[in-house]
């Protein structure tokens, strides 16, 4: 068993890394929004709908168990406080 005050080292990740998943889910959000009909095929919805669906999206996925968008998955990072918990 872990014992509480163990060090913990949490690697951050790279900007690089961050803008790349970022851009992935940016693409997937904007496929999903034309095959639903609440928006154009844009990579950056600047409507309130659009805002209101990634929102939710990320709500969702990043409180999810998984801890991360699809974009983080795909470029293995993960959602976490300072204890690298949930």
């Known amino acids: ?11 951050y990740g790279t900007y690089s ?3 790349l998943a970022f ?3 940016s693409i997937f959000l904007s496929i ?4 639903l009909g609440i928006g154009d095929l844009v990579f950056f919805s600047v ?9 939710f999206y990320l709500g969702i996925m990043e409180s ?3 801890q991360s968008s699809y974009g983080k998955r ?9 204890k690298a918990k949930k």
Do not use: Q, Y
């Not at 409507?47 to 929102?55: A, K, M, R």
């Open 1 to 11: 068993m872990k014992d509480e005050h163990e060090a913990i080292t949490i690697k």
């Open 23 to 25: 851009l992935i889910i």
């Open 74 to 82: 795909v470029m293995n990072l993960k959602v976490c406080n300072e």
């Open 64 to 66: 999810s168990s998984k």
């Open 17 to 19: 890394k961050r803008f």
């Open 47 to 55: 409507t309130f709908l659009g805002w209101l669906t990634g929102v």
């Open 32 to 35: 999903m929004r034309t095959i």
